[in-house]
């Protein structure tokens, strides 16, 4: 064979090379909770990068941590994580650090929300913050709900129709709300009187699964008349029914700050900041806000939100309502042992 016939053979190969690298497509996997991400942005992210966003749900943050711990951290570029888990899972290792060298448009971020959980400042980036309440049917609930008590000491009529979350600190929580302690009170004595309240409620409740947010939801058909429910969450299955209100009650509720964080294990991390600061271009987010109805931690995209979605109460409550809810923070062993012990009684 002559040399130049070689060259040749060796050119078009080192081409193909090339090119078949460049037709294959990057795929991030990033685990999350269902609806809460605009297909449409994804598509735009994917267009633009050509980086493709596969989506694999999760059902509660316990059911998340199932699965992590199943794949040691693995199989996942990019997760959903609760504050309260961050500490966690950075703890197994199982987190990538994150600064502003590594997503820009963190700049945008409003320092309260990165800085309101332990290491949440180190190893994510804030996605959305909302409050815990009560979603219910005005057709089927036949006085104003107000109070937590609404739902820990149903009327009658609504025994059988109650919905609950499967979350130890959402459930227990609201039964200290309700009662009046703190949100994170570790007292026995307390806790005891939030379980008694929670016992006495159970023969009224369908569920202690969260309720969807589709046309296929019990509050939507009616099985379920009032439910624990995020408050972004009601809005989203309120366009399924009129009749669907949320309340954020008197006695108050959980703040809660959802996270992006990527994984230490991801063979794309690269590709996950990109992902990650593309979110939270302004424009993008103000987009992505209205879509889930929860209120953005990015100051420059809240700039470009239209002012009803700002004046929304439900989406942004009042300071009077916020001064009396509550953040989680991270409870002792002994603590944490108590609650489990209380849910295990409850939902197992």
Known sequence: MSSSKSLLITLSLLVTAVLTQATEQKELIFLNWSDYMDPEILEEFEQRTGIMVKQTYFESDAHRDELLIETGGRGFDVALIDGTSIR???????????????????????????????????????????????????????????????????????????????????????????????????????????????????????????????????????????????????????????????????????????????????????????????????????RLAQFVYFATPNSAAEALLPAEFKSDPVIYPSAEALKKSETYHRLPARGQKSRAAIFSRLVN
Do not use: C
Not at 104 to 112: G, S, V
Not at 117 to 141: C, K, M, N
Not at 248 to 273: C, H, M, Q, R
């Open 88 to 286: 966690i899972l950075a703890k197994r290792g199982w987190l990538e650090p994150i600064d502003e060298t590594d997503i820009p448009n963190l700049k945008h971020i409003d320092p309260r929300w990165r800085a309101i959980h332990e290491e949440a400042e180190v190893y994510s980036v804030p996605y959305f913050w909302g409050t815990l309440g009560i979603a219910y049917r005005q057709d089927l609930v036949p006085f104003p709900v107000s109070s937590w008590m609404d739902l820990l000491q149903p009327a009658e009529e609504l025994r059988g129709r109650v919905a609950m979350i499967s979350d130890t600190r959402d459930l227990i929580g609201v039964a200290l709300k309700a009662l009046g302690y703190p949100l994170n009170s570790t007292d026995a004595q307390e806790l005891k009187e939030a379980e008694a309240l929670l016992q006495t409620q159970a023969p009224a409740v369908k569920t202690y699964k969260y309720v969807s947010r589709d046309e296929s939801s019990a509050l939507v058909s009616g099985q379920v008349a009032m439910s624990m429910m995020y408050n972004g969450d009601a809005m989203m299955v309120q366009e399924q029914h009129d009749e669907i209100a949320f309340v954020l009650p008197d006695e108050g509720g959980n703040i809660w700050v959802d996270y992006l964080s990527i994984f230490s294990a991801s063979t794309e991390k690269a590709a996950a900041k990109q992902f990650i600061d593309f979110l939270n271009e302004p424009e993008v987010a103000a």
